[in-house]
T-cell receptor
């Protein structure tokens, strides 16, 4: 079946540091890949997505590239801010390989940015 | 106004009580979902629905039931609440399609004493 693995954290960085949150996946077929962000007291929000190999999703200074050869979708940001403190979820959607309605989530990575 | 609205936002109740959590959406999406979130366990799917006549069990449906009253409304019920159902509950919606993301409500924090 499909699966998503991401570093769980917490990941603690100083403001303006470079961020990488690793995400690797196992899937049959041709999945779409997503990063969601959850701020304290809120639901998950779509941060970015990529729907085919070599696509790069980007939003709010965050980027992730769909790497089929390494089955990865790592999230990066060049200079983090305190306001980026949140929980980040990597997810995939594929109608092959199981998962209810094709959906599979990682367990989330808690990011803490210190001033 | 929020596209996916959950009520109540917070609820404290006692063991054995019946509880209903409600979700409504204005996005016009056919697919709706209920998740629970527990620390260290990520999101776990309880039930999902493709339309009013199509309800499916998720990973952890025992102890829960759902009702899809209309395209825009999807309710989650705990018939007899127990303390290990204390969690954060999320409703989500989606369009059909592998490249479609989900859209989440702000959650209901449920505490069962």
């Amino acid at each position: 079946g499909n699966s998503v693995t991401q570093m769980e954290g917490p990941v603690t960085l100083s403001e303006e540091a470079f961020l990488t949150i690793n995400c690797t996946y196992t899937a049959t077929g041709y999945p779409s890949l997503f990063w969601y962000v959850q701020y304290p007291g809120e639901g998950l929000q779509l941060l970015l997505k990529a729907t085919k190999a070599d696509d790069k999703g980007s939003n709010k200074g965050f980027e992730a590239t769909y790497r089929k050869e390494t089955t990865s979708f790592h999230l990066e940001k060049g200079s983090v801010q305190v306001s980026d403190s949140a929980v980040y979820f990597c997810a995939l959607r594929s109608y092959s390989g199981g998962g209810a309605d094709g959906l599979t989530f990682g367990k989330g990575t808690h990011l803490i940015i210190q001033p | 106004d929020a596209d996916v609205t959950q009520t109540p936002r917070n609820r404290i109740t006692k063991t054995g009580k019946r509880i209903m959590l409600e979700c409504s959406q204005t996005k016009g999406h056919d697919r709706m979902y209920w998740y629970r979130q527990d620390p260290g366990l990520g999101l776990r799917l309880i039930y999902y629905s493709f339309d009013v006549k199509d309800i499916n069990k998720g990973e952890i449906s025992d102890g829960y039931s759902v009702s899809r009253q209309a395209q825009a409304k999807f309710s989650l019920s705990l018939e007899s609440a127990i303390p290990n159902q204390t969690a954060l509950y999320f409703c989500a919606t989606s369009q059909t399609g592998v490249n479609q993301p989900q859209h989440f409500g702000d959650g209901t924090r449920l505490s069962i004493l």
